[in-house]
């Protein structure tokens, strides 16, 4: 259905009257899905052919630069229309990516409570769980009967954005229990909800950081939280939709991290030349002078390279051997402490098993770059082995650091992710030349 409404819309004729009658047909987030291919003309007449009973569901999925063209080409009656049926929380991240003078316009046509709630929101820190939090809930009293529980429900769900999980208060709206629609169902129509209910549920406070929050929506296996004010008032919820998305923009911030890139809030076709060009020199000025370090190294190892100048031969392999066996354990020690497998207490643990680790791979890697440099380079078992060593004790050192850095990272407050690649094969670079070139004057008795 979806390809049969990308080939209607995309037609030289519309056909209206086909259109709207398969439009009912498919899902709102494929229909959201289909603004992005098509012309920027297209968008406002597609959008306006949307039954009202769903509009606004597909005007939340679409990206942000497609809702300010629909905006900007609607009257204020439909932005009305679609402002007043969005959930608040929509609505909220919707104005943020707004221009100032859409936003005036936007507010205008909002009811006075929509604006109030939609201000509300944004009063909270970004990332904090205020902001992501909606008010569209149900709430209970714990003196309800499940029968007036369902009455309630049959009265304000419609308008509420999950009623799978209800929240129960107190009358000076103190956060006492939840229950779900499930246990309703399933409980006598004259029990009390305060009998039934969860009487300790698990809860945010709108300070706290969304990542926190994402964190306990998995170890808890939640679809939705309830957000509490520092008087421990009910305010709003967080549903697992919100969730998704913040997992998803801090797995985006830590990947560019990684990348020693800064991290950006814009996709990257839509993001400008000079953004991205801006976004990358800070790390690769940083990384190209830590660089200087390693030219040094070797200069100040001139004396041994001049009286055995197949040295510097094999410099980049042992280089980019080191790089890539600290990158290789940097990025699982990350991804590790960002699900939460690895905690401070584990550094010991950690650096024993990179250890060994670093053992098997330097004797197996060793004993190959024995034979081949041996064979390759006139049978000179002198400088076999001091290649041989200098590798086994670069790889030994690259998982050792890399296994350490970002746990070190993490206990002064730094984002781990900083410690990745880049910045891991920068300091094992410059470790890797030391070894090698004081093994070889050692051996060679330089």
Known sequence: MKDKLLELITAE???????????????????AEIFSELDKEKHVQLFRLLPKSFASDVFSFLAPDEQQLIIEGLTDIEIGEIINNLFADDAADFIEELPANVVK????????????IIN????????SAGSIMTTEFVDLYEEDTVSEAFDEI??????????????????????????TAKKLLLSQSNQHIGDIMN????????????????????KYGLLSMPVVDKEQRLVGIITVDDIVQVIEEEATEDIEKMSALAPSDEPYLKTGIFKLARNRILWLLVLMLSATITGMIISSFEEAISVLPILVVFIPMLMDTAGNAGAQVSALVIRGMAVGEIRMRDVLRVMWREFRVGIICGIVLGAVNLARVYFMNGRDLRLSLTVTLSLFCTIMMAKTIASLLPILAKRIKIDPAIMAAPM????VDATALVIYFSIAKLIFSI
Not at 424 to 427: A, C, K, Y
Request: aromatic content about 8%; charged content about 25%; overall charge neutral.
């Open 13 to 31: 004729q519309l056909d209206f009257v086909l259109l709207k009658e398969v439009l009912p047909w498919i899902n709102t987030a494929d229909i």
């Open 105 to 116: 316009r936007v507010l205008q046509t909002a009811t006075q409570e929509k604006r109030t």
């Open 120 to 127: 509300q929101l944004l009063k909270y820190p970004e990332d």
């Open 154 to 179: 049959r009265k304000t769900g419609v308008n509420k954005e999950t009623i799978y999980t209800c929240y129960v208060i107190k009358k000076d709206r103190l956060l006492v229990g939840t229950i």
């Open 199 to 218: 009487s300790q549920p698990i809860f945010a406070h709108t300070s706290d950081d969304q990542e926190t929050i994402a964190d306990m929506f998995k």
């Open 424 to 427: 891991i094969t920068t300091i």
